[in-house]
């Protein structure tokens, strides 16, 4: 019981726990297959990032993104073939400050291909750090398999002094190898931890400890390929989800605004004019705004436009009726979603009409 309630928790008392407990119990698994045993088959699809990123030095600041293509990466890291036999695809080649609905498109519908196909094992995704929350999130709600997909970044471009990519690259892939890694969502691998899509946010502009699931805690952990499955995220995702990209071109378009001292309701107005169909506040505290700000998307909501009330805050639940009482004004509360992931699951659910009440069920169960 201990044990259990020590993997539970991401703090960082609870990592060092975590480890001993481990490494008493002698229960990390170690990734090297069985001699003759063939290898998985794993698709690695490239879309840039700081991971395909170069410097003109290895100790400068500036760098741009997505210069390095996806056969010079896998190159780069031949450890990682004795793991599995890897398959590159380009998607795109993008620092994931530009991540578009397009590529996030493709990307889905390229997963969903290769993951129906009996010779593909897994899918590893290399990614931007940016926005890899985002797009780790929508993946978990639209791929339809329980193969593992996992996607990777890095801090450092491949360029730096202590580049951090290839061995994020090489755990990443001896996660999606693992036995034991189908059926938990599609996962993140950075920095020697392993998370879930719904509970990892990027907290550091530059540290390349930057990702933290702190709510609910890390999936497992990975070291030089050693993986250590702690849990399986709670929340539904993949082959339990509800959402579909069958016959969908474009996803409705959601605006995040941020609360503030003084808010007003101008930059709330100024979504609806620009075509919002959701809102996500980004709330101070427990997913509060101003009066005036409050009055605005009340008056927003019985229009017609859903709005979220998520929080600035890094990590808490926004629970319904809390300081605000939502019932009456029509809102819906994002539960355990940061307001970029709150985006993304408004997006997919106003694909079609809902209730407040369905909407609130969504925020809850994914
Ligand atoms: N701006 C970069 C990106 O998200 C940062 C990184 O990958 O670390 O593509």
Redesign the pocket.
């Known amino acids: 019981m201990l044990t259990q309630r020590l993997r539970h928790t991401s703090s960082l008392p609870g990592i060092l726990a975590c480890v001993l407990v481990a490494a008493m119990s002698g229960a990390p698994s170690a990734q090297a297959p069985a001699a003759n045993a063939p290898l998985p088959t794993i698709v690695v699809l490239a879309t840039?990032?700081?991971?395909a990123?170069a410097a003109a030095s290895d100790v400068q600041a500036g760098y741009t993104?997505?210069q390095v293509g996806v056969e010079q990466l896998l190159a780069a890291v031949p450890q990682a073939k004795k793991l599995a036999t890897l398959r590159g695809e380009q998607v795109a080649n993008?620092?994931?400050?530009?991540?578009n609905d397009e590529v996030w498109l493709k990307l889905a519908r390229r997963i969903n291909e290769l993951t129906a196909q009996p010779d593909v094992a897994g899918v590893v995704i290399t990614?931007?750090?940016?926005?890899?929350e985002e797009t780790a999130y929508f993946l978990n709600l639209v791929v339809k398999s329980r193969k593992p997909v996992v996607l990777t970044?890095?801090?450092?471009p491949s360029t730096a002094l202590s580049a951090d990519g290839p061995l994020n690259f090489y755990n990443a892939v001896a996660v999606a190898a693992h036995k034991d890694a189908a059926g938990r969502g599609v996962l993140v691998v950075a920095n020697d931890w392993i998370h879930g899509a719904a509970s990892l946010t990027k907290t550091s502009t530059t540290a390349v400890q930057?990702f933290l699931s702190p709510l609910s805690g890390l999936v497992g952990t990975v070291a030089y390929g050693t993986v250590e499955f702690y849990r399986s995220p709670a929340a539904k995702h993949t082959t339990d989800s509800e959402f579909s990209l069958d016959g969908v071109t474009q996803l409705p378009r959601v605006d995040i605004v941020m609360a503030y001292e003084n808010m007003d309701g101008a930059l709330i107005d100024a979504a609806v004019a620009a075509g919002a169909k959701g809102i996500v506040i980004a709330g101070v505290g427990n997913g509060n705004l101003t009066d005036p700000a409050v009055k605005t998307l009340a008056k927003v909501a019985r229009a017609g436009i859903v709005c979220v009330r998520s929080s600035r805050v890094t990590t808490g639940v926004i629970g319904r009726n809390v300081e605000l009482d939502d019932d009456k004004l029509g809102f819906v509360a994002a539960m355990e979603h940061n307001p970029q992931k709150a985006r993304v699951i408004l997006r997919l659910a106003l694909l079609k009409p809902r209730s407040n009440a369905d909407l609130q069920r969504l925020f809850a169960e994914y």
């Not at 840039?48 to 991971?51: E, K, L, M, P």
């Open positions: 840039g990032g700081t991971i990123g993104s997505g993008i620092g994931s400050q530009d991540m990614h931007g750090t940016d926005t890899i970044a890095a801090m450092r930057t």
